[in-house]
């Protein structure tokens, strides 16, 4: 069974849309061919970027949190992705805890847990010190969250009464590994301790992709830059210190130049532009759009502050193009 989306485009299929619709069938193959010699992710979203004459990726998620957008129609076929991928962890399929992100405050973000918890059928564990007890909250599309402070027991995470086969992580460990994460035996967590943003850079992981695109664009037939951004990295950075313009401003001219080039060989007519934001991070932190090189002479104070600090506070000393 797939699901069918509906869309509200009229017009005729671009040159890149007949290509995938032509070739499905060997796109099919050549995904589970790749699927028998490497494991995917047991969960993740990508940030697709279409232009019509381009479509890709910009950003992958490996904790996403966006479960509550689902069409409610394909929950039965979440369910049933939830239930293959928890079997080939917990063959026996009997409990597995669900440890978010510690803010409360954020009610997208709490209905996407709750979604979540449905979805998977597990109790959730969570990482804020102030809960000693379970508590509810009550979400405003009617569900309702049940929290419970963990319990670290001879090498085990779970909770009182409750001693899980895997722990599965929807918190992105910003702000390194909490202690009671570490050393665990026996219980595999997902994704693992080191897909968290204290050690991920999205430069590693668009390079890997940089390898998947071409493999994929030559089995297709097509130019890989058709689904592949043109990046660039950047480190030692420092916008307070105004530290790595020159790096930055390079890179960036780079960049446009390389995207004229086959705007050019495509005959787009749009003006090229590159987001420079922080090689390690999320929640749309530190993510500015440049035009021109020389623009980055000009960034005010506000600007600044915006591009130095992401999610935990952490200090931005490393940035993508």
Known sequence: ??????????????????????????????????????????????????????????????????FNN????????????????????????????????????????????????????VRIGTLIPEIAAPTKLDLPDGQVLLLEPLVRLDGRLGLEGFDPCAILLNNDLSAGVPEILKDLHEQTVIPPLHAGWHVRRKSRHFAAYDRVAGDFAQAMGIDPWLINPDFAVCGRINFQEREGEECLATNVDAVLTRVRAKYAQYGVKEAPFVIVKADAGTYGMGIMTVRDPKDLADLNRRTRNKMSVIKEGREVSEVIL
């Open 70 to 121: 689902l069409n409610p129609a394909f929950l039965p076929l979440c369910v049933q992705a939830a239930m293959t991928a928890i079997e080939k962890i917990c063959p026996d399929a009997k409990n597995l805890l669900l440890i978010p992100e510690s803010h409360t405050r954020n009610q997208f973000y709490l209905m996407n847990v709750a979604r979540l918890a449905t979805i998977l059928d």
């Open 1 to 66: 069974m797939v699901p069918r989306l509906t869309t509200a485009l009229t017009g005729p299929l671009l040159d890149l849309e007949n290509t995938f619709l032509d070739r499905a069938t060997a796109i099919e193959q050549w995904f589970r061919a790749q699927w028998q010699e490497h494991t995917p992710p047991f969960y993740c979203s990508v940030d697709l970027r279409n232009a019509g004459f381009k479509l890709a990726p910009v950003d992958t998620n490996l904790f996403p949190g966006g």
